[in-house]
């Protein structure tokens, strides 16, 4: 099969050096175009960036002159990884020149004609792009990512009414160089600008219902705490629930233990085997043990127990940079092509 050619935007900073490692050997797509800010454009790639990940960087791409994020790009297909000061009037001016463009910056993301999509859990609302030839689709805030994907078979047997959710988030979530050394070492920082609003409002998109071609967005209260910690990848979140019916802890546990949906049945490269993962022992999951988990793309959930507050309380874990970046947007795009919602690429 010949491969599909692929640019990233903003592939200078963290979460644009993830995708290169990712797309490394990837089956379906292959990088051919590089796009930064003007500080970083037609310099050689190495040049531009500073490598930080722990795999190595193939010379061809090494030597990739990079481009400025201009639609004259040759791909169609473009990952997105560019900050958010920028990426709202670029993706635009992607998608109105007939390229897909799947985000991982928050400007679109509630968008009525933006799907805002986690593979498993809302695949039904890429429906909203159907037939158009060129489109945004975006990938939720990394946190989000972990916790809808956790609560969505939830969701869906018990129905939810109200959520507490508190996050310890790793630095690699501020992107490269984040934040300084002399602030988060032996230290927890109460705060992270915009990211209590988006853990608010993300899931409630992300689990509502497609009805005339809209989404309609779900409705429970959800109350977040986020929190940065001196972790490098991989965000914790302490979460309390409350239900419409009350499940026992085992009903819980096997909603989690059978959840499968549509990556895994078309079985896509990037899809987890199991999405979700639970934890017996009580001092898991942890961000150094268990992020990896099936490459990156799963979800650990552990510490059920019932709640004096709410009905139950429990512990999520998941790769923020991995599930909640870059690998979430290859999961979208590999479902994307699957689903044969790229027009005029393949
Ligand atoms: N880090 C995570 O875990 C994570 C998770 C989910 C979502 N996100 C989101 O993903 C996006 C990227 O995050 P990051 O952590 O990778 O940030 P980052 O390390 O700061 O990288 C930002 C990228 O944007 C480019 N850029 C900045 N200004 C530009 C301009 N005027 N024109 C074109 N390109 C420009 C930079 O290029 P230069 O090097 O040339 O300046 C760089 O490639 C952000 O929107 C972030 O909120 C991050």
Redesign the pocket.
């Known amino acids: 099969m010949n491969k599909i050619p692929v640019a990233i935007?903003?592939?200078?900073?963290?979460?644009?050096q993830k995708f290169i490692e990712l797309l490394t050997n990837h089956p379906w797509f292959e990088i051919t175009e590089l796009a930064?800010?003007?500080?970083?454009a037609n310099k050689k790639y190495s040049e531009?960036?500073k490598w930080v990940m722990s795999s190595r960087l193939k010379p061809e791409l090494a030597g990739m002159e990079v481009k400025l994020?201009k639609p004259t790009l040759n791909s169609k297909l473009v990952f997105s990884?560019?900050?958010?000061?920028?990426?709202g009037e670029?993706e635009t001016e992607f998608a109105n020149n007939g390229y897909f463009v799947i985000s991982?910056?928050?400007n679109h993301r509630f968008d009525e004609d933006v799907p805002l999509l986690i593979p498993e859990v809302n695949y039904n609302h890429l429906e909203i792009i159907k037939g158009k030839n060129g489109a945004i689709v975006t990938?939720p805030?990394?946190s989000t990512i972990g916790l809808t994907l956790a609560i969505k078979p939830l969701f869906d047997a018990f129905g939810i009414e109200q959520l507490n959710v508190v996050t310890m988030q790793a630095v690699?979530?501020?992107?490269?160089p984040g934040v300084p050394s002399l602030d988060i070492l032996g230290n927890v920082v109460p705060f992270i600008s915009g990211e209590e609003e988006k853990m608010k409002t993300e899931p409630l998109k992300i689990l509502g219902s497609l009805k005339d071609n809209k989404i309609e967005h779900a409705n429970f209260t959800i109350s977040a705490q986020c929190n940065r910690v001196p972790v490098i990848d991989g965000h914790l979140e302490t979460v309390q629930i409350k239900f419409k019916s009350k499940p026992t802890k085992n009903e819980i546990i096997e909603v989690w233990k059978n959840f499968k949906s549509l990556p895994q049945k078309l079985e896509l490269p990037f899809a987890p085997k199991q999405p979700i993962y639970y934890f017996e022992e009580d001092h898991l999951p942890q961000p150094r043990l268990n992020s990896n988990l099936e490459k990156g793309m799963a979800v650990s959930v552990g510490r059920l127990r019932e709640d004096e507050i709410f009905d139950y309380k429990f512990v999520v874990l998941s790769h923020?940079?991995v599930r909640?970046?870059a690998g979430g947007t290859l999961l979208a795009a590999e479902l994307m092509k699957a689903q044969n919602y790229l027009n005029g690429i393949l």
Do not use: H
């Not at 935007?9 to 644009?16: D, E, I």
């Not at 990884?81 to 990426?87: E, M, P, Q, T």
């Open positions: 935007l903003g592939a200078t900073g963290s979460v644009g930064a800010s003007e500080r970083s531009a960036t994020c990884a560019l900050d958010a000061s920028v990426a670029v991982n910056a928050k990938n805030n990394c690699s979530g501020g992107g490269y923020n940079t909640g970046a």
